[in-house]
């Protein structure tokens, strides 16, 4: 069956602009997560989803980031002001009901300029 | 400060050989622990885990022990195959939850 899909692959954008992310998990996933991931680093988590809440959005850099996913399935990550330092590979990933083997999409590339 | 370490940024070894993929972490609370394998321009796949409750875990050719008085972990695999070179992540969880810390990769080249 079809992975987790993640768009768009590749995102440039001017510092200061609105972008959003979004990521389609793998059907039947209760359990959605972001992440994000610097070069040489690796994924840094952002916030998981369980269902249509945000069950734990510790890793939210600030303010300017946010996430939905008002129908438990398809989420969109938002980031707002876009800042150079926010330029990475955002990953988002799914799992059945949380706790296991987390499936992850290739990623949307985001770079700021 | 980094909560997962993995010293050893990159790492070779001889095709059928072992190879072996180290992480220590920092925090005790620290009791669920993953391996995940990433390919170029693709999301980290799952390896293999352990929770803190066993000292091993096998999985065919792939092995995580883990050593909690240390607070170290490592993946050993073998025979090693050119398709296993790709950079390794390490991962660590507490209390069951969802938000997995992961370190920072070693990549993994097998040669012919």
């Known amino acids: 069956g079809a992975g987790v899909s993640q768009t768009p692959s590749n995102k440039v954008t001017e510092k200061g602009k609105y972008v959003e992310l979004r990521c389609d998990p793998i059907s039947g996933h209760t359990a959605l997560y972001w992440y994000r991931q610097s070069l040489g680093q690796g994924p840094e988590f952002l916030i998981y989803?369980?269902?249509?809440?945000?069950?734990?959005d510790s890793g939210l850099p600030n303010d300017r980031f946010f996430a939905v996913r008002p129908e438990g399935s398809v989420s969109t990550l938002k980031i707002q002001r876009t800042e150079r330092g926010d330029s990475a590979v955002y990953l988002c990933?799914?799992?059945?009901?949380?706790?296991?083997?987390?499936?992850f999409g290739p990623g949307t590339r985001l770079l700021v300029l | 400060d980094q909560q997962v370490k993995q010293n050893s940024p990159s790492l070779s070894v001889q095709e059928g050989r072992i190879s072996i993929l180290n992480c220590d972490y920092t925090?005790?609370?620290?009791?669920?622990f993953l391996w995940y394998k990433k390919y170029p321009a693709e999301g980290p796949t799952f390896l293999i885990s352990i929770s803190s409750i066993k000292d091993k875990n096998e999985d065919g050719r792939f092995t995580v022990f883990l050593n909690k008085s240390a607070k170290h972990l490592s993946l050993h695999i073998v025979p090693s195959q050119p398709g296993d070179s790709a950079v390794y992540f390490c991962?660590?969880?507490?209390?069951?939850?969802?938000?997995?810390?992961f370190g920072p990769g070693t990549r993994l080249s097998v040669l012919p």
């Open positions: 991962a660590a969880s507490e209390n069951g939850g969802q938000n997995f810390v």
């Open positions: 989803f369980q269902g249509t809440g945000a069950a734990d």
């Open positions: 925090n005790s609370m620290f009791d669920y």
């Open positions: 990933a799914s799992s059945y009901t949380g706790g296991e083997t987390q499936y």
